[in-house]
């Protein structure tokens, strides 16, 4: 039974702001937890919001129905704990729950190798990946993350798949080790491990108030440890970050990042209701609460963080162009050893008990070109990658022939004994036959590779979804190299490689996602620096592998954590300085529309689409940047002219406009709450229409956003007719302004979007008039329109002596 009471969702529903604290911490994952807790140690108050849910001893779902439901996508009523991940060229598998990627990481704590810290190494395509910290940088803070977390190196040596890495290794000439775990193996520092044993209770206490053991062996490492066993984020960090005061919530989502006026930012989160765990909800119209800090840290994942940065983008004006950059799967690639043999004479099964021990016990180490003592390549390390015992039934029963065969004998058997064919009685035989000798899966060992693969990589938001362009074709010969490592450890076992079924499509599954706002040494090198802050937004960090600019090699998971220790430190040594106010520009009200009654309505639907881009303020240049980027701008929009006598009178001639503005650098489908129309205006030159077009949006953080378009009705030379009225130039502003305020908006970017002949042909189709006198609303707002065009157009069509 899961025990969520310590861990608070927050206030009523309701639009209020809940005060301000020092830090909200966003996820609560490697960089998440060691953030909470150093902060809160170094008296910062301190707020974390975990999307997922809290995961104590014995809450770990095991049954089928359990597993089932074990995925997280709240709109679906699935509030589990693994997050499937599909792109292009990979698939991706993160955790949501109270302590992050520690619930199902496989516990070994690497240090990145020293020489694999490299500095502008060229990447295709363009580009480099630098790392602006070294080894050097990050050492104490690994050996403070190791202390936290209990790294303790496998202590068994007997063990079947420890045993056989072992031998293989040293057939191959290879390094290998069993590398620091965060599993607790025995009671106390100085005891003999003894699996099942009980663990003591820390001095910062147990934020689950539920007692632990030392590991069994079982292999359940990857599926969440119900032994508490794992040393994971929530039975060490952020059991001591609660005891030095964080607050600590669960099932928050946050939404949404603002700066504000004078210095810190505003947060802004929805609560998934656990009783909607298991029903269907429309989790997009959720009430946002909103929160205020001196410092935000993001620490969601590389997938998690980058999205609500991309997300967010129009709040975060200036934010370095590497945004979405430098994304990798850290060379993450998995292989399997079959129908391995005892000896180099391969005479008989051997047995390898994949699900006997914590998941990763050893770890082959293959050198790199960087390491310069001989090697070439790129360089890997491939581990065993154990799995629970109840795979080894799954597995079993995957062998049909086996399976039909025995089954066979079986029901022969018992069906002769039935008609009294065979006296014998006693079936103890029988059903050993039946279950088989489990040699297939005794023999056999998952192999988990991972490296330093091309960190080359593109996040991006595609329609509002998070998307990647990332392919295995620029690391071709990383993963064939590792694929060599793993077919000469099979060779070395007598057993067979093989690949996992989606290498046949070149594809991958990552679990240690890296890269999309990385660190760099300036903007034009990376979204934040060497402590992880953001560029030209101060206090706002990201600390998780999203910082990363290329592959660790080695697992992650040390390394990240330790990245975060080190930028703590440096946030309670540097006070942030308050800064000018650049947060989105106060609200305007819109002007008002005029009043009385509209005895005649007409509408219209329009829609245009393009290209923008930030930081640019020439809509043409705008245009050319955004389409070389495929960072595309469309809207669709219903214009309403409440009242056509009026309308047509009115010498602005304007009408309201609803509908929807889509923008994935703006965070996707972005509803207009407030939209007007000018069909044409009229200034000094009396050749010379506008149509006007301004949207007030907010992004899907809550940040105002006002598109002001227009369109330039011109008679320049030659027949300009069409592209005249169907082009229309934007920019994009921050803050819900009018003309009056436009002109001190902060600008976030600029584009050109057209009608296409097969929109506007539709478009045609749309006009609609209701009211008592339909008919004449649209022959007056034709007569406007033509009547408007031939003024400026007109002299095309009259003969030249009538010219004036």
């Not at 902060?39 to 974390?48: E, K, Q």
Request: glycine residues 12%; charged residues 20%; proline residues 8%.
């Amino acid at each position: 039974m899961t025990h969520e009471a310590p861990f608070p969702a927050g206030p009523e529903n309701d639009a209020r702001v809940e005060g301000e604290v020092d830090v909200v911490v966003v996820g609560s994952g490697f960089g998440g937890s060691v953030a909470a807790y150093r902060l809160a140690d170094g008296g910062l108050s301190v707020v974390v919001l975990e999307r997922g849910k809290p995961y104590p001893p014995g809450s770990f779902p095991r049954t089928p129905a359990g597993m089932a439901r074990n995925f997280w996508d709240p709109s679906e009523g699935l509030h589990g704990l693994f997050d499937i991940w599909s792109f292009r060229g990979l698939e991706g598998i993160v955790s949501s729950g109270l302590g992050g990627g520690s619930l199902i990481y496989a516990n070994v704590l690497l240090r990145k190798d020293e020489k694999w810290f490299v500095h502008e190494s060229p990447l295709p395509g363009g580009g480099y990946e630098n790392w602006p910290i070294g080894r050097r940088d990050l050492d104490p803070h690994y050996d403070d993350v190791e202390r936290m977390l209990g790294a303790t190196p496998y202590p068994y040596e007997d063990t079947p798949k420890t045993a056989a890495m072992r031998e293989a290794a040293e057939r191959l000439k290879l390094q290998v080790s069993r590398p620091p775990l965060a599993v607790s193996f025995a009671s106390g520092p100085d005891e003999a491990p003894v699996p099942g044993a009980p663990l003591p209770e820390p001095e910062y206490g147990n934020i689950h108030g539920l007692p632990r053991e030392t590991c069994r062996l079982t292999g359940e490492c990857d599926v969440g440890c119900n032994l508490g066993a794992k040393n994971t984020l929530d039975h060490t960090y952020l059991s001591a970050a609660r005891h030095r005061g964080a607050d600590i919530r669960t099932r928050c989502e946050v939404r949404g990042l603002t700066p504000r006026p004078g210095g810190g930012y505003e947060v802004s989160y929805v609560v998934h209701d656990p009783a909607r765990e298991g029903h269907r909800t429309p989790t997009g119209r959720l009430p946002l609460r909103r929160i205020h800090c001196k410092r935000l840290v993001l620490a969601a994942g590389a997938f998690g963080s980058t999205y609500l940065l991309l997300r967010n983008r129009s709040a975060l004006r200036g934010i370095s162009p590497t945004l979405g950059n430098r994304f990798c799967g850290n060379g993450d690639l998995l292989g399997l050893v079959l129908k391995a043999t005892r000896g180099s004479a391969g005479s008989g099964p051997r047995k390898l008990a994949s699900s006997t021990g914590p998941v990763i016990t050893s770890a082959i180490r293959v050198g790199d070109a960087l390491d310069e003592d001989g090697s070439t390549g790129r360089g890997h390390y491939v581990e065993d990658a154990g799995y629970p015992a109840f795979v080894d039934w799954l597995a079993e029963v995957a062998q049909v022939p086996g399976s039909v065969r025995r089954t066979a004998g079986f029901g022969l058997h018992r069906l002769r004994s039935r008609l009294g064919l065979t006296p014998q009685s006693n079936i103890s035989g029988r059903l050993a036959l039946l279950l088989g000798p489990g040699v297939f899966s005794d023999s056999a060992l998952p192999l988990l590779g991972m490296g330093r693969d091309v960190p080359d990589g593109r996040m991006s938001l595609r329609r509002g979804h998070l998307d990647i362009d990332w392919t295995t074709l620029t690391s071709r010969r990383y993963f064939e190299r590792v694929r060599r490592t793993m077919s000469d450890v099979a060779d070395a076992l007598g057993g067979e490689f093989h690949d996992n079924p989606l290498w046949w499509t070149r594809r991958v599954i990552t679990v240690h996602p890296l890269g999309g706002a990385p660190m760099g040494r300036h903007p034009a090198e990376g979204v934040c620096d060497s402590y992880g802050e953001v560029f030209g937004h101060p206090g706002l960090y990201v600390l998780d592998g999203a910082a990363l600019p290329g592959p660790v090699g080695a697992n992650p998971s040390l390394t990240i954590a330790a990245f975060a220790d080190r930028a703590c430190h440096r946030i309670l040594e540097q006070p942030l300085a308050p800064r000018a106010a650049s947060a989105s520009a106060p609200t305007v009200a819109g002007a008002a529309t005029t009043d009385g009654e509209r005895p005649t309505s007409l509408s219209f639907t329009e829609e245009m689409k393009g290209h923008i881009a930030l930081d640019v303020a020439d809509p043409h240049e705008g245009q050319a940047l955004g389409r070389a980027r495929n960072q595309r701008l469309m809207f669709r929009l219903t214009i309403t002219a409440d009242d056509v006598d009026r309308f047509v009178a009115d010498p602005l001639h304007q009408a309201g406009a609803t509908g929807h503005v889509e923008c994935d650098v703006l965070g996707g489908r972005l509803p207009v709450e407030k939209g007007w129309f000018n069909l044409f205006t009229r200034d000094d030159d009396p050749s010379r229409r506008r149509m006007l077009y301004r949207l007030h949006l907010r992004d899907p953080g809550g940040n105002p956003l006002t598109l002001v378009g227009h369109k330039e009705v011109h008679d320049d030379p030659g027949f300009d007719i069409w592209s005249d009225t169907s082009t229309l130039y934007v920019r994009m502003v921050a803050g819900h302004v009018t003309a009056d305020g436009d002109e001190h908006a902060p600008l976030l970017g600029t584009g050109i979007i057209v009608i296409l002949a097969g929109d506007f042909a539709q478009q045609l189709t749309t006009f609609r008039a209701s009211g008592p006198h339909p008919a004449r609303a649209l022959q007056s707002f034709g007569r406007l329109f033509l009547g408007e065009l031939w003024d400026v157009y007109g002299s095309h069509f009259t003969p030249t002596g009538e010219r004036a």
